[in-house]
T-cell receptor, first 113, second 110 residues
């Protein structure tokens, strides 16, 4: 069964460093998303992406964040200068259309020290 | 008022019980509704997807949507210890941005 994969599973970085989180969406999906979940809190939408453009972004997704689809299979989230409050689980999701089911990856746990 | 509200629980039931998980939302523009199951420190796993009002059944799971009262439910029949997890409701509109509730923690005791 096709699934969304994410790497790394755990990333530890120092405050101020850049990190890139990687995702491989399901192959026939066209819509891609990033969500995050701070420990003990709800899952929050960060950004949606279609046709090499951001479709929608939340207030959390400020200038420190960027997304890219560098090739036909990967979808990345970059945080330019990490802050302590960026520590969270980051989930990638994909769907065939914005009104269809979204399938989530296992997540990357980002720890900023 | 929060966009999506769920009772955080924890909800503890004996094995074999019928479980009712509920969610309310405030935005009448929501047309699509998903339920996810999340085990600790794992990604949300899709359980049910429904559009508009009505019921949808899949095995032991039934999702129910009442758009007039902005109320959605997930019923689990013959609950099993493996159903112990946090259940997340996520309504959304045509943009695809899921709005998650806090989640209800369920524990099914053998």
């Amino acid at each position: 069964e096709p699934e969304v994969t994410q790497t790394p599973s755990h990333q530890v970085t120092q405050m101020g460093q850049e990190v890139i989180l990687r995702c491989v969406p399901i192959s026939n999906h066209l819509y891609f998303y990033w969500y995050r979940q701070i420990l003990g809190q709800k899952v929050e939408f960060l950004v949606s992406f279609y046709n090499n453009e951001i479709s929608e972004k939340s207030e959390i997704f400020d200038d420190q964040f960027s997304v890219e689809r560098p090739d036909g299979s990967n979808f990345t989230l970059k945080i330019r200068s990490t802050k302590l409050e960026d520590s969270a689980m980051y989930f990638c999701a994909s769907s065939q259309s914005p009104v269809r089911e979204q399938y989530f990856g296992p997540g990357t746990r980002l720890t900023v020290t | 008022q929060k966009e999506v509200e769920q009772d955080p629980g924890p909800l503890s039931v004996p094995e074999g019980a019928i479980v009712s998980l509920n969610c309310t939302y405030s935005n009448s523009a929501f047309q699509y509704f998903m339920w996810y199951r999340q085990y600790s420190r794992k990604g949300p796993e899709l359980l049910m997807y429904t559009y508009s009002s009505g019921n949808k059944e899949d095995g032991r799971f039934t999702a129910q949507v009442d758009k007039s009262s902005k109320y959605i439910s997930l019923f689990i029949r013959d609950s099993q210890p493996s159903d112990s997890a946090t259940y997340l409701c996520a309504p959304y509109n045509q943009g695809g941005k899921l709005i998650f509730g806090q989640g209800t923690e369920l524990s099914v005791k053998p």
